[in-house]
């Protein structure tokens, strides 16, 4: 059976992956970092938040392992302690789906942003000319650190170039506010930063690391409405006629012209 997104060019479907798993990125790294908060600044210890989190890393690990002898070890006790023992699973847990989603959904969710910017860029590429060819602007956009910022650059490159390709056809291209562009490096670097500070320095500084858990939610408006704008531009450009497509040389036209001519002439002869 063919799938929905099977149907769709190369770029849409790609796309629609990118969008969905940076949703399921962003989206779940709020909902599985606000109970970690809770846990963390109720637990006396370090002043250390990182290393907080990488003992709750751990022992997360070890309890998920003996999760079903501690449940089977419960029932026989008292309401008090069953409540409190599954209260600490529950963090457990919590730990656990936060390392997956931190070190695995993380590393799909930059696979399919990748993967859509090459389509991308190909797809213009049939088109105009563009400042950063696939392969290039991949490895700009893993850049560490200072990767929003190329983004940003790779982003008004395409959208320029589709403005171009769109008004030679006297086509509206798909735009978003400017301020909404330039926010992703200014964004990216201050989640970054917030991070960075709430993470190694103190374990104190929750109110940072909740305003860097709300940029994030602001980032990923901003790459949902880049990647829809740039896709709808590509899908006016790809519906064009072949004959508005740079696909065949113009200079092929009047060989066979002449070629169709000499074939009238030699047929009047006969």
């Not at 590429?125 to 696939?134: A, K, L, Q």
């Not at 983004?151 to 506010?177: C, G, M, W």
Request: hydrophobic content about 50%; some cysteine; glycine content about 6%.
């Amino acid at each position: 059976m063919i799938s929905k997104d099977s149907a769709l060019p190369d770029f849409e479907a790609r796309s629609k992956k990118a969008i969905f798993w940076l949703r399921f990125f962003f989206i779940g790294l709020a909902v599985l970092a606000i109970p970690t908060e809770i846990w963390i600044a109720s637990t006396p210890g370090s002043d250390n938040y990182f290393g907080e989190l990488l003992k709750g890393f751990l022992l997360s690990g070890i309890i998920g392992i003996f999760a079903p002898f501690a449940i089977l070890s419960d029932i026989a006790g008292t309401r008090a302690q069953i409540s409190g023992d599954l209260i600490g699973l529950g963090f457990a847990i919590n730990f656990i789906l936060l390392f997956v989603h931190l070190f695995v959904t993380s590393w799909i969710t930059v696979h399919m942003f990748c993967s859509w910017l090459r389509s991308a860029i190909r797809e213009q590429s049939r088109f105009t000319e563009t400042n950063y060819p696939p392969k290039t602007a991949t490895v700009l956009a893993l850049a560490p650190i200072i990767f929003p910022a190329f983004h940003y650059q790779i982003f008004k490159d395409l959208f320029t170039r589709q403005k171009e390709s769109l008004k030679k056809n006297n086509l509206e291209a798909n735009v978003i506010p400017d301020w909404m562009l330039r926010a992703i490096p200014v964004l990216g670097v201050a989640i970054q930063v917030g991070w960075s500070l709430g993470l190694f320095i103190s374990k104190g500084h929750i109110a940072i690391r909740v305003i860097s858990l709300l940029l994030c939610i602001a980032l990923l408006f901003c790459y949902t409405k880049v990647i829809k704008a740039i896709t709808a531009n590509l899908s006016t450009l790809n519906s064009l006629p072949a004959s508005d497509t740079p696909s065949v040389p113009s200079d092929e036209e009047p060989h066979h012209e002449e070629l169709s001519e000499e074939a009238v002439t030699r047929d009047e002869n006969s």
